[in-house]
């Protein structure tokens, strides 16, 4: 079963897709106890970091929630 969100961004790369699982995925966004998250990432097979947005100008270590998410194969 696949589910599909919307994400705003400001990626200015090259597109690609990148796909996670999904239960993973929304038991992240449940512990982000916000509505906006944060997805830090350099390319589509490499581990994403999970954060809040309000946390985006602190380093990874001070943030009070920092998540390590591994996509999967599309």
């Known amino acids: 079963r696949q589910r599909q ?3 705003r961004d400001r990626y200015t790369g090259e597109e690609f897709l990148i796909g996670f699982n ?3 995925l929304s038991e992240a966004l449940r512990a ?3 509505d906006e998250i944060l997805l830090e990432f350099t ?3 490499k581990p994403v970091v ?3 947005v309000q946390e985006e100008e602190l380093p990874i270590a001070e943030s009070g929630l920092v998540i390590l998410a591994m996509p ?3």
């Open 50 to 52: 999970i954060r809040r």
């Open 5 to 7: 969100m919307c994400i």
């Open 32 to 34: 982000a106890d916000t």
């Open 22 to 24: 999904a239960r993973y």
């Open 43 to 45: 390319e589509p097979t």
């Open 72 to 74: 999967v194969r599309l």
